[in-house]
């Protein structure tokens, strides 16, 4: 037998039998969107397969049946009976076929027959339902229809803004935000801030910051979703990516300035062929391997950017969990999100969920006391959880942090020494610092008594396992009374950091737009001296500022009226980055300083620009470390 | 009849069926609509009338829809900001692309059932659910 026919023996049993049970289950709950794309993926991937071994009858018959299913995604037809019916049919259809092909190990004969009267069956339900459709449809439908339509409408305002043609673009900019505050007003999310951002980016005329502002709507979109309760391991893993049409077109473009490099080669080639001074041709061939070198590179970051998704999309059930094991086990908490725009590869992404899902149950279970406890130690009865997540040079930092009881170390030096972790020796030796890594040794677990959350008998050794088996490391450290933190730091493998481009002293720079909060315009007069400092007042709190131009010693002429502020956000405290004039919203591959820009305090990292400048990217933490109000 | 929503629209179409037909469905919806058969026609509308959104065919006589989008968008605003759904034919439906280039918020092909249009004008609208 064929091996792709063996494979897809094999593979499309397990769908034939997937999309059985997420039919039945769709049939069962009409509105439950988790099975509905189960369906159709079964469906979908079936019919990939089906290509790929040159079933065409079976392909045609599963296209049908996932277009019935895409109408019933995009709202345009409700589920009935009928429909799921024809559904199992076809899968039916498809096993039968597979049993053929499993006892000759070729395509079966006369599918096509079979085939043709699925689709005209499926022909025929559309156009029933579309006499049904008009106006009664399945409320649930409509609902789930409603969010997407929502999200689409958002994605496609994004896509509006990255427009570049300077004509019109007040008004693509205008119209993009009476969209977008169009659908936050039809969503009832909690608008005050968002709204705000939009208007301040519409003020300033600022595509970029738009951008920003509208994956903050997705993101809160996202959040309001209902999700199914329960674990994620229910949630099988995409197999597909989505990837912004510009990235591939800037793919695209890529290729084609590679070809004509290439062409250049060749035409070197032939001059090298001809008696020409070998110092002029050594001279041409640097050239263009230099600009070979920079067109693979820029390649090699835009392939790699096909693969990256943002965090958000592992956080995003956390905020539901968090509340539900709080409420299981009776201490009420609060998970605040910090960074989760932070981007990284789809692999890590996906990976690292489990592993901090299972840190912030240990930090409800042990970490967190109860609210009677909590009071009588003088801090507020509901809890909160910090998880922060950034770029950090070429990794990514995650870190959950917890204001519950800390770890109690004499405790845990019992146990240690109790269970055989370490012996008395070892442990007499140990820093207390040292003894606390000690929960991520295999079989440790300090629970006395097992509850729902955490205690099955699953430690932290399996977080650890699981972060370094994605090439992290993950540490933990504690203060009595004040909290835990537990970090992570992942490689990404690839990552693009969304920049905005400032210009300050005549030369540009990055800032991450993570930590971008608005842009706003002040008076000189409203920046007031504080001590060495400068700071102003916005919204009633007092934000330092640091300007850019004079700390790179630009020629101190008289300070312009207005100053341009780029308000950002640094370790949660807010500053105020003082700049000449603001520029583009690029995705730039970060590269950790190297050369003489290493160790350099102030520098995140560096990016290659198109032209082949070096961008340097700001570290606003160590900015404004030293210029606290 | 839906309860007015306060929305005014406007309707760009040559096809009488086909405004027909989106004025049917978003007057039922609660929607004030206005017609025009044409891009010249739908310019003078907006520059004489408020609009919450703007419902626009591709394919029309004397002023095709991607003109008049890119001539609205470089009125003076509040006119150049008015968000704008493009309803276009199957055949053109590689034409998203350029839709946006003229300034196009959304994209729809046709056939769109009168459901799914006044699902997208009420959230472009900013109308609760």
New interface residues.
Partial sequence: MNEFVEQFVIEGRELVAQGNDDLLGLEERPGDKDRLDGAFRALHTLKGAAGIVDFVAMARALHAAEDALSAVR???APVTAPLIGLCLGCLDQVGAWIDLMQASGDIPEGADVAADDLVRRFTDLRSAD?KL???H?DPSA??A??ST??R??LE??K??LA?R?P??A??????????A????????LDTTDLESLLQTSLLAGDAALMAMAIDRILGSLAEKEPDAPGMLMAQPPDTTVRVD?ERIERLVRLTGELLVAKNAVGHTARRAEEDVDPRQLAVALKNQHLLLERLVGQLQQSVFSLRVLPLHRAFQRFPRLVREMAGSVGKPALLVIEGAATEADKSIVEAIAEPILHVLRNALDHGIEDAVERRAAGKPPTATIHLRAARQGDRIEVAVEDDGRGIDVRRLRKVAQARGVASAAQLARMSDEEVVELIFAPGFSTASQVTGLSGRGVGMDVVRTAVERLGGRVSVSSRPGVGTVVRFSLPFTVMMTPVLTVEAAGQVFGVPLEAVVETVRVERTAIAAVGAAQAVVLRNRTVPIFDLGRALGAASGAPRAVANLLIVSVGGQLGGLEVDRLGDRLDVMLKAPDGLLAGVPGIDGTTLLGDGRVLVVLDLGAMFLNVQV | MTEPSGKRILVIDDANLVRRFYRDALEHAGFQVDEALNGVEALEKVLGAAYDLIVVDVNMPQMDGFTFL?T????A??V?????LVISTEAAAHDA?AA??A?????LVKPV????LV??V????????
């Fill in positions: 995009s709202g345009n579309a459709l008009p106006r449809a409509t609902a229809g409603s339509i929502s689409q409408l496609a305002q896509l509006l427009e043609s004509e019109g007040a008004g693509r900019l205008g119209s993009a935000g009476r969209v505050a169009n659908v936050l007003r039809h969503q009832g049409v | 890119e609205l968008r470089r009125q605003p509040p150049s900001s008015l968000p704008a692309a946006r280039a300034g196009a918020n959304f994209y059932g009168q459901e799914l699902e997208h009420s959230i472009m609208c900013g109308l609760p659910t």
